[in-house]
């Protein structure tokens, strides 16, 4: 399951998050991945160690986990650590899997779920799109800033080469409560019918709906 978070931040809010970003240090990206992808990573990594990068890991974290798809389609347990990326023109990252663990011994994360926040304007540069493997087809998506695109960690994805400009993104991952991809999927069907429920619609209904809600929630849940 793919989807959308529009909105994540909105004009304020990047506005913030770049100028925090312009007083950031860099360092290579590749010494962020794994050992697979290592050899295929061409982009930068923002040192969030200092005060600044500190709050805008902060903030960026508190607006991810409060967007609505985010709670209803994730179902957060825990979050990794927040990467702020930066790929110039020839950068990119080639085809890869995100790792399955991740973290320290004692505070491991199980990857279930990767997100990509777009922080700079399709507009601001050429190339670097996301594009995520599927069944069918590859699929490239370029957002708006501000816009997020969730997807399983197990997908093969790549970022296409930067031919123009700079590419900035804000990534992480989510162990969910919900283990199973189509648990998962179940129940955000379930959130998309309830949010959608009528206010003057049969509240008998609507209360058997959360009940049912409810009721896979403690089956499948893990805490």
Sequence with gaps: ????AGGVLDAQTLAWARAQ????SWRDGATTAGPAARGVKRNEQADL????GQGLETLLRERILA?????????PHKVSRLLISRTPVGGGYGDHVDNALMGPE???LRTDLSFTLFLSEPDAYDGG?????????????RLPAGDLILYPSGAPHRVEPVTRGTRLVCVGWIQSHVRDASAREVLWDLERVRAAWPDEADASARLTLDKAIGALLRRWAET
Excluded: Y
């Design 49 to 52: 160690s200092t005060r600044a």
């Design 106 to 108: 004692g505070a491991r």
């Design 129 to 141: 799109g996301l594009t995520i493997e599927d069944a069918l087809e590859d699929r490239t998506v």
């Design 1 to 4: 399951m793919r989807l959308i």
């Design 67 to 75: 967007h609505p798809v985010i709670a209803s389609a994730a179902r």
């Design 21 to 24: 970003i312009d007083v950031l």
